[in-house]
């Protein structure tokens, strides 16, 4: 009677669970807001590719004459004030927020994390300059570095997009650093050591794949942040030139109508709402999926 | 392996300050030992008696800011004051340590194959597969049932018991000359407990090493060392052979770490002796006997400096100027 009751609990032990990797797409399907957020961005990233291929009208040939045009059969969502199709802007604009996403959150990532990981391997005065650093960093918002790098480098796309991966730095390397230093304390860490690792080992090998989960959550919220400072930047006319289509500059854009045709501001508004919802969900499902204690769980 | 008499690890005069939050703290103080292949030593104390300290130490694991003073000689050469990058080819390959937590001692996102055989990656020139073929033999060894299949298991999928196993089959990969036990049953209860000292005591009798147990229960270090030593405010109070430490106790704190012991057939009711007062603040230690807060024998000299060891016969010393009284009815406790 035991011995087929331990033989099967055996198998079922090592053959679903094998790794904590098998099921995460079962339960990704499982997860309402992950599923959620993940469409969301799709929908995006979808936009944004489609626009490198098709839209419906040019997003940058200018007919007055058909300016403000509500709704209709050629224009779905109508035109703006210099007659550009509001879709073919939508779609175009999506191009510019996810290359400033991905690219400020890329230098914010590849240095914060290093920055991050070396602090936390080293400690003693390289982490209390690293961290004293990223203080000072920390202590200027994403718009007035912004506005600095405009003074001297000119307002623009690189500009902005500087100035965002910059501010990005220092919350990843907190992040990195905290939750890197709870890994170090930890005891299979002192095996780690004891079995004769170095610190530059230890850090690949044990402490980066433990905190990879945060940093991928911390990642898309990073990203949805990127998308309003981009937004906001443009908006004030520091980011994306004309005639560069972008969510913020449509939104500023529209200002000057809101009486007028409101919806011009609602749909880029509606956009950027998308982007930041659908990232910050993916986030959040990210987290629950990528926690191995919450897989054994579910 | 050539001197089997040689002795394999040499520790003099160890000292180990530690600069903690309230200022340094001499965490060890004169801790001397030797140890030949295939002996046992066991370290015993309350917590905070600088145990771990003193296994960290010979792992060279301290913290940078920890200033350590003395000797330790592995076959003749000098560990102390090693740069890292050395120290690491010795960690895992010629000393290496089992933790007390099985639990959080193996990292949960590797699977226990690779664990067990990353030191002899590390260490010997064997390829990865054959490396594997090793893991599951050492695991075999350990005693983990079905090594071959669950070789590519992660750790959690297993009890504590099989990771306690598991750890030791990390630590014993590559055939180390000491081996270092820290509490590793601890965590564990009582049955298994037993099976694991028992398999450790199994390995160090069939690989020659020579293994230093820590525990503060003196029921394991009874049953598992051949020498032990009482360890109290970071120095060495009393060691000697097990058996004749525990025939006749010399040191007022090992008498009343044994006093202190619960006892099967005990009346119902009975309370647990304690050691009155507590252990020592070690960034504040008093001027002489550590102990001498605590002790019922205590006079005005054994605080005016810190006892010397007073051999009582057969290489079993007592770090205690009062022994005449301590040991007068033989240091029989009951």
């Given at each position: 009677m035991s011995a087929p009751l331990t033989a099967a609990a055996g198998t079922a032990a090592i053959a679903p669970g094998a790794r904590p990797v098998t099921g995460f797409w079962r339960r990704a399907l499982r997860h309402r807001s992950f599923l959620l957020g993940a469409v969301l961005s799709l929908f995006v990233l979808g936009a944004a590719l489609l626009s490198l291929v098709w839209t419906p009208w040019s997003a940058y040939d200018i007919d007055v004459a058909s300016k403000l045009h509500p709704p209709s059969a050629a224009h779905w969502l109508g035109t703006d004030v210099l007659g550009r199709d509001i879709v073919s802007l939508l779609l175009v604009g999506a191009r510019s927020t996810i290359m400033v996403g991905v690219i400020a959150v890329g230098i914010g990532l590849s240095f914060g994390v290093g920055l991050g990981l070396v602090a936390a391997a080293r400690k003693g005065w390289t982490e209390e300059l690293i961290m004293r650093m990223s203080d000072f960093t920390f202590a200027f918002p994403a718009v007035l570095s912004a506005i600095m790098l405009a003074a001297v480098a000119g307002p623009g796309m690189v500009t902005s997009i500087t100035a965002i991966g910059i501010f990005q730095i220092p919350t990843f390397v907190r992040v990195t650093r905290g939750s890197a230093n709870a890994i170090w304390a930890r005891e299979f860490v002192l095996a780690a050591r004891a079995a004769g690792k170095g610190s530059f080992r230890i850090t690949i090998e044990h402490v980066l794949p433990n905190i990879l989960s945060i940093l991928i959550v911390q990642a898309t919220i990073q990203f949805a942040l990127a998308i309003l400072a981009e937004a906001a930047l443009s908006y004030l006319g520091l980011g994306t030139q004309p005639p560069q289509p972008s969510w913020g500059r449509m939104l500023n854009d529209a200002q000057t109508l809101l009486f007028q045709s409101p919806m011009l501001a609602v749909y880029p508004g509606a956009a950027i709402a998308i982007a930041v919802l659908g990232l910050n969900l993916l986030g959040d499902g990210l987290r629950d999926l990528l926690d191995p204690r919450l897989a054994r769980e579910r | 392996m050539a001197n089997a008499d040689a002795p394999l690890i040499e520790v003099k005069d160890l000292g180990v300050r530690l600069n903690t939050s309230r200022g340094?703290?001499?965490?060890?103080?004169?801790v001397s030992f030797t140890l030949r292949r295939g002996e046992t030593l066991g370290l015993v104390g309350e917590s905070g008696c600088g145990k771990s300290v003193t296994a960290l130490a010979l792992m060279g694991l301290l913290p940078d800011s920890a200033v350590i003073s003395g000797s330790i000689r592995l076959e003749g050469a000098e560990l102390v004051g090693l740069p890292d990058a050395a120290y690491c080819k010795l960690r895992g390959n010629r000393i290496s340590m089992i933790f007390q937590e099985p639990m959080t001692a193996?990292?949960?996102?590797?699977?226990i194959g690779r664990q067990v055989a990353e030191p002899l990656l590390r260490h010997t020139s064997v390829s990865a597969a054959e490396a594997r073929q090793e893991a599951i033999a050492l695991l075999d060894r350990v005693g983990l049932p079905d090594a071959s299949k669950r070789i590519d298991a992660y750790p959690h999928q297993f009890s504590g018991g099989q990771r306690q196993r598991i750890t030791i089959a990390m630590a014993l990969a590559c055939q180390p000359d000491v081996l270092i036990a820290d509490e590793p049953t601890t965590a564990l209860d009582v049955t298994i407990q037993g099976q694991i000292l028992d398999l450790i005591a199994d390995l160090v009798a069939e690989r020659g090493m020579a293994m230093i147990l820590i525990s503060h229960d003196l029921g394991v270090i009874a049953e598992n060392v051949a020498r032990m030593m009482v360890m109290y405010g970071g120095t060495v109070v009393e060691s000697g052979e097990t058996q004749a430490v525990f025939t006749r106790m010399g040191h007022p704190y090992t008498q009343g770490l044994f006093r202190a012991r619960p006892r099967l057939g005990a009346r119902k009711g009975t309370r647990l002796t304690t050691i009155a007062g507590t252990v020592p603040e070690l960034a504040d230690l008093p001027?002489?006997?550590?102990?001498a807060d605590r002790c019922a024998i205590v006079e005005a000299r054994c605080r005016a400096a810190l006892p010397p060891v007073v051999d009582v016969g057969g290489s079993h010393g007592v770090r205690c100027i009062r022994t005449d009284v301590s040991m007068a009815d033989g240091g029989v406790v009951a």
């Open positions: - | 340094p703290a001499q965490a060890v103080r004169g193996l990292n949960p996102m590797h699977t001027a002489g006997c550590t102990f």
